[in-house]
Structure formats: C-alpha cells, structure tokens
C-alpha cells in the first residue's frame, strides 16, 4: 500500500517564513542600538577641547540609541516575537550603550579635559572623582538591568495610580539619555573649570542613585499601541517631535529634566503624604499584675 506525500499548505508555509522573519525584525533594531554605543564610544574618545563635536557626536548618538532600545521592545511585544535570546542580547546591548558609553562620554567630557591651568594637584583629583563617579554610573547601570532580569512584577516603594505601569527605579536609557542630554545642551564643549566637574560628578553620583532606588518612574511600556487612542496624541507627539527638529537642545535637556524630576517628587509626594503609623493599643495595667 503506498503512501500519499504529505500535502504542506503555501499560506501555511508563508506565515511560517513570516513568523520567522519578525523574530529577526526586532534584533535588527538592537543591533541598531550596539552600533549606535560603539559610535558613541569612538566619538567620546576622539573628542577633545578644539573638536567638541565629537562629544556631541556621542550625545546624539545615545539618543538615537533610546529610540532603537524603544522599538525593539516595542515590535517584540506587539508582534509576540519575544524570546530568551532576544531579552538576552538586549539586555548585553544596554551594558554596552547606556552603561559604558555614556560612562566613557561622561568622563572625557566632564573631568579628562580641564586645563592644565587649574593645578596639576587639583586637576588630578578631580580626574580620579570623575573616574569613580563614572565607574559608579557603570555599575549601578548594570546592577539596575540584572535586577529588571530577575524580578516579576517588583513593586515600587512609592506606588503609583492602579493599573499604570512603572519602572522600580529609573531605568538606564533615562540615565544614559540624561547624561547625553546635557552633553548635547553645550553642543559638546566640554568642562573647563574644577567645580563645574565637580557638580558634574554629583550630578553623575545622583542618577547612579536613581537607577538602583526603588523609586517609582513612570514607564511607556504602559502605552498599548494595539488599541485606539484620542487623536489628539498624534498632535502631541507630532509638536513634540518638530521641536526637537528645530531645537533638540534644549527639549531633549527639558525632557530628561522633567522625567528625572517625576520620579524625585513621586517620592518626595509619598514621603509627606503618608499616613502616620497609629501608636500601639494602650495595654491594660491589670494584665500585667
């Protein structure tokens, strides 16, 4: 008795070619964001007092990384082309662009070119502030990705409206993009006096800070693109991206700012609005006897 060849159905076999596909769309954006890091790196290092473009290069460059690092989540989780391998590489790709490129792009903007002018003692100092406030940066970063990994459903320390999505602790895009924002405020002129490092390193310690608090930080992840929204929203997001066409430097500085603030009176707001804890019930003087 012979058998028949398995019939195989072409829309079946298309679909299938297509599901494969889309797990390859969303790693083709972070690829995107390790090039980007890599670009941001090299820029940094090349950057000096006469080319301050270069660090402007950088800064840019991690901006553009945020919006790779966005779509690729986003795509995945709209497509439910997720997998271990994909959260596995984005999460190596975020090490390298938000951890040590704008650690890179923070020290040799902020501490590495000051003038030999300010003391030789004095300007030593603070290059070593700024490698351990940068080396700080780096690993509070990454301690923040390796406990995004591990934790299901964390809860923030300062809870937030039901329903709504938040970050424990601001995330490293935000922190890598708050640095690259005030790089690309000045145009990538790097720092030329002492204490302008100096508040520059605390400013870096501040966000290493955030980054591992347990701070509620509102999250985008939140936004389902899958189900209709007001019109209105693509007036907004249409303004908001014209001016950053026509003034990214003060916008993108404005919108770091603001969203680093968010977090900072969330915290402060559930600091003073706690209700007070209620004394311990008076214990009868008769039990005791």
Known sequence: MSQRPLQTDPDLTRQRGVRKGLYLLPSMFTAGNIAAGYYAISQAIQGTASDPW?????????????VFDFFDGGIARLTNTASAFGGELDSLADVITFGVAPAVLAWMWGFRMLPLEAGPDLRTRVIQLGAIATFVFLLAGASRLAR?????????????????????????????????????????????????SIGWGVFVFAIAFLMVSTWRFFSLKGINFRQRQNFRWLIVIGMVMALIWFSSQYVLFALALIYILSGVFARLSFVFRRPPVPPPPPQDEASHA
């Not at 270069?54 to 945020?66: P, T």
């Not at 790089?183 to 002492?194: A, D, F, R, T, Y």
């Open 148 to 196: 995004f990994n591990i934790q299901v459903n964390p809860q923030p320390s300062n809870p937030g409206r039901p329903g709504r999505k938040y970050f424990v602790g601001m995330p490293i895009p935000a922190g890598a993009g708050a640095v690259a924002a005030v790089v690309h405020l000045v145009q990538g002129n790097p720092l030329q006096m002492w204490w302008l």
């Open 54 to 66: 270069h660090f402007d290069q950088a800064a840019k460059a991690i901006g553009f990384a945020i």
